[in-house]
């Protein structure tokens, strides 16, 4: 059984055929996953999904790329939402510097702010960083997050960057990219994070593995995720789809 620790179920390119892509997950063994909200609208979405199916927690918080739009009214509203039931992390938050939506310090003000309710509510984190890994390094070392821990979600650093993330208590979350052929330096990743570290993601409808490059992807896609890491590690499929799932369960502290 395999969880999808990040997947975009909320995205309006799912909007005509959400039961029919659970239902198709589990056919390819992907019965637990995670659901991202990342503004008003999918935030919202998210905590219905995870209300609706049994399949499907929520990870809730504020974009880097929203940053200009992050207020005192929408910090009050997304402390009332992280105490709805099924929400397992705050996230994705983090830095965009790809994008560039808004400055350096907008961006780092926000994600400071919701560091800082995580540790409040002792919620793991959700990190997106984009052509951004020194700051998003610094950011996480200096506001000293071990306590609460969290991802880092679609990990595209080198073995480098992911043990200095991993001393800080952080998990390393493998999604599709890990299947490119020219991904080396994260099939590297996959090759040596230790198994009680690893997550696997979709990021869906993004990033879709081999052999779905290029469509639409789907949380029942982690399959070829871990398919992959099983390869590169020379391992039973079985083995790291069971470790996987239970290392989500652990860090959000989901029953077996």
């Known amino acids: 059984m395999i969880f999808d620790s990040h997947t975009h179920?909320?995205?309006?390119?799912?909007?005509?055929?959400?039961?029919?892509?659970?239902?198709?997950?589990?056919?390819?063994?992907?019965?637990?996953?995670?659901?991202?909200?990342?503004?008003?609208?999918?935030?919202?979405?998210?905590?219905?999904?995870?209300?609706?199916?049994?399949?499907?927690?929520?990870?809730?918080?504020?974009?880097?790329?929203?940053?200009?739009?992050?207020?005192?009214?929408?910090?009050?509203?997304?402390?009332?939402?992280?105490?709805?039931?099924?929400?397992?992390?705050?996230?994705?938050?983090?830095?965009?510097?790809?994008?560039?939506?808004?400055?350096?310090?907008?961006?780092?003000?926000?994600?400071?702010?919701?560091?800082?309710?995580?540790?409040?509510m002792k919620l793991p984190i959700s990190i997106h960083t984009r052509d951004a890994m020194e700051d998003t390094y610094k950011i996480l070392k200096e506001e000293d997050i071990r306590d609460i821990g969290g991802i880092m979600h679609s990990f595209s650093g080198d073995p480098e960057w992911m043990e200095r993330f991993l001393d800080m208590g952080m998990h390393i979350s493998l999604s599709g990219v890990v299947s490119f052929k020219k991904a080396l330096e994260v099939q590297e990743v996959a090759k040596v994070v230790p198994l009680d570290c690893l997550l696997v993601e979709t990021d869906a409808p993004y990033l879709a593995p081999v052999p779905y490059r290029g469509k639409r992807n789907e949380p029942g896609y982690t399959r070829y995720v871990v398919e992959k890491i099983a390869e590169l590690r020379d391992m039973p499929f079985e083995e790291i789809a069971t470790q996987t799932t239970n290392n989500a369960h652990r860090l959000f502290r989901l029953a077996k």
């Open 9 to 120: 179920l909320n995205a309006e390119q799912f909007n005509e055929d959400i039961p029919e892509t659970i239902e198709r997950a589990k056919e390819l063994g992907v019965t637990e996953m995670a659901v991202v909200g990342f503004d008003t609208p999918t935030i919202e979405k998210s905590l219905e999904l995870s209300q609706q199916y049994k399949e499907i927690q929520s990870i809730i918080g504020w974009h880097p790329t929203e940053a200009g739009s992050y207020t005192p009214e929408i910090e009050k509203k997304l402390q009332q939402l992280l105490t709805t039931p099924k929400v397992v992390a705050l996230g994705e938050i983090g830095l965009d510097y790809y994008w560039m939506e808004d400055p350096k310090e907008v961006q780092d003000r926000v994600f400071r702010r919701q560091i800082a309710i995580a540790k409040e």
